[in-house]
Structures are given as structure tokens and as C-alpha cells.
Antibody, heavy 122, light 111 residues
Framework: QVQVQESGPGLVKPSETLSLTCTVS????????WSWIRQPPGKGLEWIGY???????NYNPSLKSRVTISVDTSKKQFSLKLSSVTAADAAVYFC????????????????WGQGTLVTVSS | QSVLTQPPSVSGAPGQRVTISCTGS?????????VHWYQQLPGTAPKLLVY???NRPSGVPDRFSGSKSGTSASLAITGLQAEDEADYYC???????????FGTGTKVTVL
């Protein structure tokens, strides 16, 4: 069964760019949507954006100016870049597969990676 | 951006039934978008519990059931067990905000 796993630096300086990668295993990256979701410590979940395996993207409007999600199908990986980070961007970042995201009724996320904690500090 | 409202906490004794509400609006749940539910055990990632309002993925016990009506949805847990102690989140899509939205989260405590 499909599994996803986040990787990347756990500490980012303010104003710099956060970069994370998610590796897909146990299944194909093709014909699926892949998403990033974050959770500040002790708080709720926030959807960041998704990418279709062919490269189409959709971002949360509140983050759109700072977010880039890309995909490398040959490596079965997709990545998140979030620029100009501040303390408000400190969170556990999860990657997940999106299901039925383009369907009129709206989709869901499954499975999720274990998450990676990103701290923003100089 | 928590436009889906859940009670902060619910509790029940082992074996009891508890329900968690998820209240939205005409731009998300009331607009016909499906509601999905996740269980987040302490220190772990969310796990899909219910999708498409009332469908359970393979492996999820039938003690968990979801429903939706109007601008609200509910998750019911019957035969409450100690291992059900976790945070639960609903999720849908909001057409006004153009985002996938999550509920405020509910902590379930087994007394």
C-alpha cells in the first residue's frame, strides 16, 4: 500500500525559504493528487496546496504568493517551498495523497506521512 | 481558517456512545461538499476514518460512523474504547475561500 514520508531541514531562519520533500513508496505517483498540510504546535490543520502528478497545482489563497509545489515523477517525490518564513510558519508539515480532489463533491487526504516539525528561528 | 466548528471536547465511559458535530455553512457543507473525518492519536499523523460523509476505509471498525444533514455533519463512536482517545477532525471544501478546510478539532476522552 502507498506510503508517504516527509524529509527536510527542521530549522529555518526567518525570511528564508522552507524546503521539504515527500517520497512516495509502495505505489505509483501517477494519476494521483499530492498535497501538503500543516499543523502549528497544539493547533488545528491547514491545507497548503496540492499538485497533480502531471504538474497542475492548486494553492491555499492565503499562502499562494509564497508557496511552490513541484513533482519529480522519476524519483517518486514531490516538494514544498515556502518563502519568506516567519514564526507563524512554524508547524508540523504533513504530506498526503489527495483522493477525488477534482471531483465536484470535494476530496479527502489518505494516507498521510508521519509529519516533520519545522522550527523558524535565527 | 477553521470555518468548520466542532466542540472542543467530548467524553464518555467505556462502552458508551459519543457523537462529534461539525457545523459548516452554505459555502462548504451546505453547498453539498462531502465531509470526511480523521483521527489523530497523540504525537501521530491524522488517519482517515470516514470519507464521503459515511464511508469507512478498509480496516476502520464499524464502531465509527458518519452522517451529514444540511450544513452539519456528525461522527458517532459506539462502544467507546480506551484506544479511541484522540483528536478528531472533520474536513470539507469551501467554495468561497477556494480551500480544503478542516474543523476546529475535538478531543475525545475516555473516562
Amino acid at each position: 500500500q502507498v506510503q508517504v514520508q516527509e524529509s527536510g531541514p527542521g530549522l529555518v531562519k526567518p525570511s528564508e525559504t522552507l524546503s521539504l520533500t515527500c517520497t512516495v513508496s509502495g505505489g505509483s505517483i501517477s494519476s494521483h493528487y499530492w498535497s501538503w498540510i500543516r499543523q502549528p504546535p497544539g493547533k488545528g490543520l491547514e491545507w497548503i496546496g496540492y499538485i497533480y502528478y502531471s504538474g497542475g497545482t492548486n494553492y491555499n489563497p492565503s499562502l499562494k504568493s509564497r508557496v511552490t509545489i513541484s513533482v519529480d515523477t522519476s524519483k517518486k517525490q514531490f516538494s514544498l517551498k515556502l518563502s519568506s518564513v516567519t514564526a507563524a510558519d512554524a508547524a508540523v508539515y504533513f504530506c498526503a495523497r489527495g483522493k477525488a480532489l477534482a471531483v465536484a463533491g470535494g476530496g479527502w487526504f489518505d494516507p498521510w506521512g508521519q509529519g516533520t516539525l519545522v522550527t523558524v528561528s535565527s | 481558517q477553521s470555518v468548520l466548528t466542532q466542540p472542543p471536547s467530548v467524553s464518555g465511559a467505556p462502552g458508551q456512545r459519543v457523537t462529534i458535530s461539525c457545523t459548516g455553512s452554505s459555502s462548504n457543507v451546505g453547498a453539498g461538499y462531502d465531509v470526511h473525518w480523521y483521527q489523530q492519536l497523540p504525537g501521530t499523523a491524522p488517519k482517515l476514518l470516514v470519507y464521503g460523509n459515511s464511508n469507512r476505509p478498509s480496516g476502520v471498525p464499524d464502531r465509527f460512523s458518519g452522517s451529514k444533514s444540511g450544513t452539519s455533519a456528525s461522527l458517532a463512536i459506539t462502544g467507546l474504547q480506551a484506544e479511541d482517545e484522540a483528536d478528531y477532525y472533520c474536513q470539507s471544501y469551501d467554495s468561497s475561500l477556494s480551500v480544503y478546510v478542516f474543523g476546529t478539532g475535538t478531543k475525545v476522552t475516555v473516562l
